[in-house]
């Protein structure tokens, strides 16, 4: 009897498991099934936007240092939107244009300013590389608990179906164990791909904003001096 039982039980599919829960149970599988997907939408997104801002550090890094004038640069990028180097390049110039335009006296006061034209820039740049990084932090952290309630509920259920029919035996007791366990399993495949995807992004987030700091840190020291030498021409 008990064979048959276990026989029966293994020919569900995880399908009928679906359709057998009872409601709360499904409503924790489809809302972890839907983070999911967001999950892996976000990992896939992510994955192709930092390669492509990779590159883009590099081509502007290959300009920057190829003995172009950074006039000439800065006309070239600040008539199109740049992002990451660019985008700190044209924040930093501009600065120094206007400043200029309107007779800098102070070589203190316009450092401040360009430094901190690149720092509201670089702000913006991070938050643009970690934006929705929380949210695979939360399915990674939520998702198996979520998941675990649902097989609470499920759990609950079955034993309540179990008294209502005084009946113990595997037949019974199998399939609504095992639509709770599978609430459990579904929070799991959420999370683990969201865990591991989130300490490689961030991990990857940081090294390129090194990078950004990293520029903006050697592009403000060539400025102060060019700074220096403008005024003292000026004198």
Known sequence: MAQEALSAAGSVSLWDLFWQAGFVVKLVMIGLL????WSWAIIIDKTMRYGS???QLNRFESHFWSGQSLEELYHSLSERRTTGMGALFVAAM???KKSFEKGARSPIGLQQRIEKAMDVTL???MDSLE????FLATVGSAAPFIGL???VIGIMTSFQAIAGSQQTSLAVVAPGIAEALLATAIGLVAAIPAVIAYNKLSSDAGKL???LEAFADEFS???SRQIDEKLTQQR
Do not use: C, D, K, Y
Request: aromatic fraction near 16%; charge should be positive.
């Open 34 to 37: 839907f983070a999911s997907i």
């Open 149 to 151: 309630f649902g097989t």
């Open 209 to 211: 904003g090194m990078r």
């Open 123 to 125: 702000a913006r740049e």
């Open 221 to 223: 020291a060539i400025l």
């Open 94 to 96: 501009r600065e120094w």
């Open 131 to 134: 934006s929705r990084l929380g």
């Open 53 to 55: 801002f990779r590159r």
